[in-house]
DNA sequence: TATGAATGAGACTTCATTCAT
DNA sequence: GATGAATGAAGTCTCATTCAT
């Protein structure tokens, strides 16, 4: 019933959704669905919950192995990110929900914060600092403040972007996916731009940078 | 009236919003909304495209100035995508709405591909393309399939969990703009890795990183 | 378990009892209570029938004991009727379902003339007129037709207006009793209004007031 | 509308009405009772006020004329009270109303007091008082606490057996009327008991009646 | 006996839409 | 242009009743 009531949910939003439709999906009489979940609201919770429990039950068992080496353990996370994932759907289907009802609904948006980002993140810092350590990654710019989300955001906007736009009209993934990858093999490598021949304005460019400024804006998300 | 009614469909999303509170809202009655939009529908429609034109009107001014350095361009690039932009709360409310109701109103995500991605994409392209021609970026990872994507991508990401988690949860605006800079100035530094010393596993990382790999997922968005 | 239906109909009445909380209040489960009354309207039947039963079994063992002087009887009686009984709540509600359901339930009407009204008349009547007939009480007034529910309306309304107003807001019952008891005791007593001085305006009285006048009307009930 | 609603909950209750009984009574659509009064709840608000908002108007313009003997303002009143009034039928269903929905809406007891019950008592007490001060009623008698409450129940209880037990079963009016106008003429006439022959036993009676015994009870409304 | 999941008609209520003014 | 009373389809939710266990 909680899956005939995801998927009403997912086709229609919560406004959207009708409790009929969710009874006809599950096969079920109306009178039901009411049985097991007093209200719409309270189903949807269900629901909800439902879908992000096995996020939060599944394990940080990951990126926790010290004998791989960083760039392997960075490797096989880009995959894992960009990989093409059964039941990825579902996991879009979610985030366009949280995203669509997060102010409704605040638990929403923490349950997305504790199950998804925040294990994300840590996963993602955890590989870098791992780098770092074994001399893999340049120390500095590993464990600078706001890498890990650097790291994480194209993959993940692949997914958003795939969503939105439709398969046909997103960018690849196999495309972001390597273009990612060329960018932090070079940028993480050890050595540093002042081992480098040119390094010309790497200074200045990394001293602006630093600096967001707050001019008049236009364009963006 | 739009106003108003763009107040509303954002508080409520499509289907939560209701046109007496739309008239409400812009202080006329629930009859006038009806003399100049024959339906809801229309209406919201009519919404997106007053919220979509001026994205489109503004101009691609950006980015092509061939006598500014590439690296000053990729800075203010960065800047203007990292910056606190007066309206943005607007935007990240479209966002949300597009996300929400692009199923229903396929015109959205194709409204947002040109106005929005399309263009964004473009622009970034550009200033890959005339650091690449101007020596000042690697050419081959700049001109990379993917590159603009992957270069995007952090700062709108930033914006999306800015929305979905809150101003107080969401990873600080700085700390990714100054970490993507550090990121970005590392990578697209021309003079490449096999300048340096150990060049061993560079070509491993880039080619396996090509292929994604389809083994047993876990996070992600 | 009819004690629970009880109380769930004195509740929230006839229509606005469930099932489901008369068998909450019973502690068994819902489809007890239909292995025992195949319907709401049976149960509420069934209810009413039991509550009525015990007043139709008290006996009239009261009233015809013809040693005792009449004015000891109607001292008796008018202690009963204004004493403040155990199960006398019960009693309201009763009351209280029977003007409320009287339509929808007529037996409820006729239990409550047999079982009630046709009683208690009895009773002031059998006093009346063991007064009358020892010489205790004037033997025209008090056999008069009407006299006897003139004599028990004072302490049943007084009961209508607690159940209505509330303990706090009702006439006190020990002032109505008083009042009554003395307006009887001058009433009641024999010698009549001829024995006294002018009782010029005496006949005047009673002719015109046995012909219920039908002018413009105001107050009441 | 008001009207179609009064007659709805009158012949089903507050529970048993239905909205949509009352928009067809009134002949107008479900949406527009909706239209004026938001809930069920609140049109039974607006039932009730209206029906008593009249009583409440009607203005203690009796009762107050000094030059009618207290006799015949005794008289007037009981002709008042067990008149067969034009609008009877709608005070007897508000009284109904009020008794069995007096729990879920307490200010139905409360205006009923407000609006009946303590005007009425307001009336009964000033003829009383009348008489009393014009020497025509025993003052003691006629000033007692509760007298006119008294004077009032035979004339409201006559209409409540009516609207309990049917027109044809209740005890006529006629009868009642007649009853207590001899009862009171007697009982109130200057002169008091010790003024007339026998009195042998009316102290007696007067003394205990005044206290109301609470011996183990029985019958009563 | 005893349970409570299951049903579905029907209740209250909402709201997009129409239209006479 | 402007209003808001009026409509009625449709949605959420309730609850008497049934029935397999």
């Known amino acids: 019933m ?12 919560y406004a959207g959704a009708k409790m009929t439709a969710v009874a006809q999906r599950a096969g079920v009489a109306k009178g039901l669905v009411y049985h097991y979940y007093p209200s719409k609201e309270a189903l949807f919770r269900a629901v909800m919950q439902a879908c992000l429990e096995p996020v939060f039950a599944e394990a940080e068992r990951e990126a926790t192995d010290e004998d791989v080496p960083a760039t392997v353990m960075l490797e096989r996370l880009l995959d894992l990110a960009y990989a093409e994932r059964e039941g990825q759907e ?7 929900l949280i995203v669509a009802e997060g102010q409704r609904f605040p638990e929403l948006s923490a349950w997305y914060e504790e199950a998804v980002f925040r294990r994300a993140v840590a996963i993602a810092r955890a590989v870098l600092r791992h780098g770092a350590r ?7 710019l590993a464990e600078q403040e706001g890498m890990a989300e650097v790291l994480l955001a194209p993959a993940i906007m692949n997914e958003v972007w795939r969503m939105m736009l439709g398969e046909g009209r997103a960018p690849s993934r196999a495309g972001m996916h390597a273009a990612q990858a060329a960018l932090l093999a070079r940028a993480l490598a050890p050595g540093g731009m002042d081992a480098r021949g040119g390094g010309r304005d790497a200074g200045g460019k990394e001293g602006n940078a630093a600096c967001p400024a707050t001019r008049r804006a236009t364009s963006a998300p």
Chains 1, 2, 3, 4 share one sequence.
């Not at 579902?90 to 366009?96: E, G, K, S, V, Y």
């Open 90 to 96: 579902r996991q879009c289907i979610l985030f366009r």
């Open 2 to 13: 909680l899956d005939a009531a995801f998927e009403e949910f997912a086709a229609h939003g």
């Open 134 to 140: 074994r001399g893999e990654f340049d120390a500095a």
